[in-house]
């Protein structure tokens, strides 16, 4: 090579960089919406509403780099939400971020957050935009003052009839209406992850280009994963099914226990590496702590389009019909072997299934 000819880019190396979030997700909404081109209307719209849900990413990520070294980011507000929950500073930012960046946005109508009893309805996008934005702004905000990782779960609906009395009603229906779905992990690196119902994609923020660049497509859950992920701390609070499951997994070799705090954090391993992911009823909480339509349903919608799966312990997750918008479910979501077997537990007791790849080890 001479001083003056450039060195060669790797072709591979160029065409990823250049495979942004934006550029990705217009090929998708095309395949999505069945759409004749990248300007029919619905490809365009769902490829601006998750460029805005992008943008709040990277504000927010902006803001936890720095929480340690700003006031006002850190610590609670002194108030609960309508959760019964200390609301964490964070939580008030995330959630006002995601508001901000979709007025003036002409797309979203409404947005229904863990953070908010009702849902906040931006009028001048109604008579224009017909999506609903359902989201928990940051998921696992307890990690935020030990910078541990926390995340941004998000789902879209479309809006059916005018909602003239405010009452979101068309939202109660079950997990199958969403039209895309995904999150925003905040770790040591910002990753985004979405679905518009054909494969998961995974995109990692590259804060020199600004851009998030495309790492995965079309992710897979493997079939079998060795990590459970549980609140072990509950034990004693759960059916005597999940104590039963809890020994089970104790007693045999090739599982080991990985449990973070932060839902978004513990799904993400489990998308990347198998296994599964569970909070269950408890006695004085029969329908768990997740709530579905911000939390359990986007998961269960990305787990589905990944190969794996998702239910109540009793039920295909996304069939359950919410009666309230903070409705709350009992959540079992991995590898599709590993649900089964915590499903077995529920649901036959002691008719233990082994998965095919566990290996059993002498019973002690
Ligand atoms: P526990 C965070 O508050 C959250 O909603 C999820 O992100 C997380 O998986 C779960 O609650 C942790 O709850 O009862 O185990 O502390």
Not at 2 to 16: K, M, Q
Not at 71 to 88: I, M, P, Y
Not at 117 to 129: A, D, F, R, T
Not at 300 to 308: Q, S, T, V
Request: a negative charge; glycine letters at 8%.
């Amino acid at each position: 090579m001479t001083a003056s000819e450039p060195a060669a880019v790797p072709e591979a190396a160029l065409d990823r960089d250049c495979t942004t979030l934006s550029r990705h997700v217009l090929q998708q909404a095309m395949k999505a919406f069945n759409a004749p081109s990248l300007l029919s209307p619905e490809a365009q719209d769902i490829s601006a509403i998750m460029n805005r849900l992008a943008l709040a990413g990277k504000l927010i990520a902006r803001r936890l780099s720095r929480a340690g070294l700003m006031a006002g980011v850190l610590g609670f507000t002194g108030d609960t939400n309508v959760q019964g929950e200390s609301v964490k500073k964070m939580d008030i930012y995330a959630n006002d971020v995601f508001i901000s960046v979709f007025k003036q946005s002409g797309l979203v109508c409404r947005l229904a957050s863990e953070e908010m009893e009702k849902p906040y309805y931006i009028p001048e996008n109604c008579p224009i935009g017909r999506y609903t934005l359902l989201y928990d702004p940051i998921d696992g905000s307890s990690n935020v003052d030990i910078n541990l990782n926390v995340g941004s779960i998000f789902s879209i609906r479309q809006q059916e009839g005018n909602d003239l009395d405010g009452s979101a009603r068309d939202l109660l229906q079950n997990g199958r209406k969403q039209i895309a779905a995904g999150y925003i992990l905040y770790g040591p690196s910002t990753v985004f992850v979405y679905s518009l119902g054909d494969g998961v994609h995974m995109f990692i923020l590259d804060p020199s280009l600004g851009e998030f660049i495309l790492a995965a497509e079309s992710m897979q859950i493997p079939a079998h994963g060795p990590v459970y992920s549980l609140n072990e701390g509950n034990f004693w609070q759960w059916d005597e099914s999940l104590r039963d499951y809890t020994r089970y997994m104790h007693r045999h070799e090739g599982y080991t226990a990985r449990y973070s705090g932060a839902l978004v954090g513990d799904f993400h391993r489990i998308l990347l590496q198998g296994g599964v992911f569970i909070y269950p009823g408890t006695a004085k909480n029969p329908d768990g702590k997740l709530r579905l339509l911000y939390e359990t349903a986007p998961l269960a919608y990305l787990a589905e389009h990944a190969n794996g799966c998702a239910s109540t312990g009793t039920q295909p997750l996304l069939d359950f019909v919410p009666t309230e918008l903070h409705q709350r479910t009992p959540l079992v979501i991995g590898s599709v072997e590993d649900v089964k077997l915590v499903e077995s537990f529920i649901q036959d007791r002691g008719q233990r299934q082994k998965p095919a790849s566990a290996v059993t080890q002498s019973s002690k």
